[in-house]
């Protein structure tokens, strides 16, 4: 199917919603609405190996792309253009200027292996905790707190 299109570019907040079955709106389900869960990050993969082996661009938006933590996950996963507001532009650059990516796939690698959205959270603000990305992740540390003890 991939092969019909010329590009691809995946929302990642859909992507989330309706595989984990989340309406990420509703107050009553909201909190179970991960993009970190395994399911998304195989999706995602899979997604990117099937683009890559017909040569068709892919790109990504939504609020993965604009988080920093979630950013390095996509580019360990493969993909390279992220479509984010330009208030999250900054910090996203910033922190992915700091990761290699080598080390973004390496990563990637180990969360894949994870059993829930609060493991690979708590894994990736670990790893990327050097002085240079970790003020960067800071704004975002409660969410991870919070995928953490919910998944």
């Avoid at 984990?20 to 195989?42: E, G, I, K």
């Avoid at 990117?48 to 920093?68: I, K, R, T, W």
């Avoid at 933590?69 to 360990?76: E, H, T």
Wanted: include cysteine; charged fraction near 15%.
């Amino acid at each position: 199917m991939v092969a019909a299109f010329d590009f691809l570019s995946v929302g990642t907040n859909d992507l989330t919603q309706y595989l984990l079955a989340v309406d990420r709106n509703n107050p009553r389900v909201a909190d179970l609405y991960y993009s970190l869960h395994p399911s998304v990050l195989r999706a995602l993969k899979s997604i990117h190996e099937q683009a890559s082996s017909v040569n068709c661009q892919l790109s990504v938006c939504g609020e993965m792309a604009g988080d920093p933590l979630q950013a390095v996950v996509l580019m360990g996963l493969g993909y390279e253009n992220l479509s984010m507001s330009a208030s999250s532009l900054l910090r996203v650059k910033s922190v992915l200027l700091n990761v290699s990516h080598k080390q973004a796939q390496d990563l990637v690698k180990r969360a894949l292996r994870m059993p829930d959205a609060g493991s690979i959270a708590q894994f990736m603000a670990d790893a990327l905790n050097q002085p240079e990305v970790a003020r960067l992740l800071h704004t975002n540390n409660q969410s991870y707190a919070r995928d953490r003890s919910n998944s």
